[in-house]
């Protein structure tokens, strides 16, 4: 598609089960990013993908986050042992590149929603 | 580290008013800042950047921003608001990984204009 698509757009989890999210970024683009969104707290940086490498993973809150990306494409965002301070709205964005000559112009997806019980 | 912030949770001003969102930035070098507005349940969406050049910066659906140097702002602004710009607005700057030469965007916490008609 034209834009970044994520999936799901709605989880609701219970507490201690894993989840997953899906990040489609805009073709051609190298730079992948993730962020967290909680009510109150902006938007938190979470991690940073050029092609398959994350060279910016220090915004991962624990050792229960986790994310890959493959094929220079496609990145996958996983939540072990989900707890409810974990609920908030996970959004991806991708850029045509994660060098520092260019602009720094992010294009959004419409986030993936997660709700712990 | 570089950071923005946005002093005022939310904004409200009547249809037809001028508006200012307001937002100070702390950086190291030339900052590279952004706004982004973000609509119910969807995701965020660029509306203007300051790189270099003019101090007033236009972007989309009429907003504009005024970087100023001695003062570290970079408020955003509109002549006349409208009701649908109703929405919650991010300011960002970008960080420098300066090891490798990659960029993120730090967001502010994010303020909500409510435009009442």
């Known amino acids: 598609g034209a834009g970044v698509s994520q999936s799901p757009s709605n989880k609701v989890t219970e507490k201690g089960k894993d989840v997953e999210l899906r990040c489609d970024p805009i073709s051609g683009h190298t730079a992948l990013y993730w962020y967290r969104q909680s009510l109150g707290q902006g938007l938190e940086f979470l991690i940073y993908?050029?092609?398959?490498?994350?060279?910016?993973k220090s915004g991962l809150p624990s050792d229960r986050f986790s994310a890959e990306r493959t094929g220079g494409s496609v990145s996958t965002l996983t939540i072990q042992r989900t707890q409810q301070e974990d609920s908030a709205v996970y959004l991806c964005?991708?850029?045509?590149?994660?060098?520092?000559?260019?602009?720094?112009?992010?294009?959004f997806g419409e986030g993936s929603r997660l709700t712990v019980l | 580290a570089q950071s923005v912030a946005q002093p005022e949770d939310q904004v409200n001003v009547a249809e037809g008013n001028p508006l200012t969102v307001k937002c100070t930035y702390s950086v190291s070098g030339n900052p590279y800042l952004f706004w982004y507005v973000q609509y119910p349940n969807r995701g965020l969406q660029f509306l203007l950047k300051?790189?270099?050049?003019?101090?007033l910066v236009k972007g989309s659906y009429g907003f504009e921003a005024e970087f100023n140097k001695s003062q570290t702002s970079f408020h955003l602004k509109k002549p006349s608001a409208l009701v649908s710009d109703s929405a919650l607005y991010f300011c960002a700057v970008r960080d420098l990984y300066m090891n490798t030469g990659f960029q993120k965007l730090v967001f502010g916490t994010g303020t909500r204009l409510l435009v009442s008609p």
């Open positions: 964005a991708s850029s045509r590149t994660g060098r520092a000559a260019a602009t720094g112009e992010l294009f």
């Open positions: 300051y790189i270099t050049g003019d101090n």
């Open positions: 993908f050029q092609g398959n490498s994350a060279p910016d």
